[in-house]
């Protein structure tokens, strides 16, 4: 099983409502050779049923890796692409970014402006995906993107994690260097899932300390269990493991 589809996996666990991705089983670029195409989907509440809302053409490398909402509509990305639709979601309208195809592993919305995370960096789009531009200090490949409780974005790329400030107007590269698959919220804090174990940060990134037990392990995804205050993480080879918090 691939990084992402572990992440997909551990998004479901965490009990969104609504989720859009596609199953993944093969390489991320979604050529796993089953000849079946992945579909966006609709998860409602409690996950208990699931409905297919569009088939991924191979110009979108039948890949969906995340959906945003902007009121009722919906914002997907794609191998190539940005997908843009609304109810009932049967039309699907593509957007690339700055003109050119680009794989699009994150979206999300915060401040009225939709962002989009690539394997070419990060771009924001305050029309709704009409146009984008470049955030040019975060140049790198971004794995997933997450809103803040102020508003802010954090972004986790291959060099690391960047955090804006809650009005998205600043970015700042707020270690741990390691290469960072995704983030998630703890209360007062913010983990960063890694290749070289999970990271908890209590003072938006200044400082981090290793959650004990995940150093030995890939962690490409984590989420807070409310209900023992330990984190669940996913992990590249021993599934998943519950770790304590730092103190």
């Known amino acids: 099983m691939s990084v992402r589809a572990v992440a997909a996996l551990l998004a479901v666990a965490s009990g969104c409502g609504r ?3 596609a199953p993944i089983a093969g390489d991320a670029g979604g050529d796993s050779g089953d000849s079946t195409p992945p579909i966006s989907l609709e ?18 490398g039948y890949f969906a890796s995340s959906i945003a909402f902007i009121g009722a509509r919906a914002f997907v990305g794609t191998y190539r692409r940005v997908l843009v639709a609304d ?3 049967t039309t699907w ?3 690339q970014i700055m003109g050119a195809n680009r794989e ?17 960096g990060l771009f924001v789009s305050a029309d709704q995906a009409m146009t984008f531009q470049a955030v040019p200090q975060v140049s790198v490949l971004v794995e997933a993107l997450l809103v803040l409780p102020d508003g802010g974005l954090a972004a986790a ?9 809650a009005a998205t107007a600043t970015w700042a590269l707020r270690g741990p260097a390691e290469y960072t698959y995704k983030h998630a919220l703890i209360p007062g804090g913010l983990v960063a899932a890694t290749e070289d174990g999970a990271f908890v940060s209590r003072d938006r990134g200044l ?3 290793l959650a004990p ?7 490409p995804s984590a989420i807070y269990d409310r209900g023992t205050g330990e984190l669940v993480i996913g992990t590249i080879g021993a599934g998943l493991v519950r770790v304590p918090l730092p103190p």
């Open 19 to 21: 989720l859009g991705f």
């Open 43 to 60: 998860l409602p509440a409690g996950g208990r049923t699931w409905i297919g809302l569009n088939v991924l053409p191979a110009e979108d």
């Open 87 to 89: 109810p009932p979601y």
């Open 93 to 95: 309208t593509p957007h």
């Open 104 to 120: 699009v592993f994150a979206v999300a919305v915060t401040g009225g402006k939709l962002w989009a995370g690539t394997e070419d």
């Open 157 to 165: 790329t291959g060099g690391g994690t960047w955090l804006s400030d």
């Open 207 to 209: 400082t981090w300390a």
């Open 213 to 219: 037990g995940s150093e030995t392990y890939t962690v």
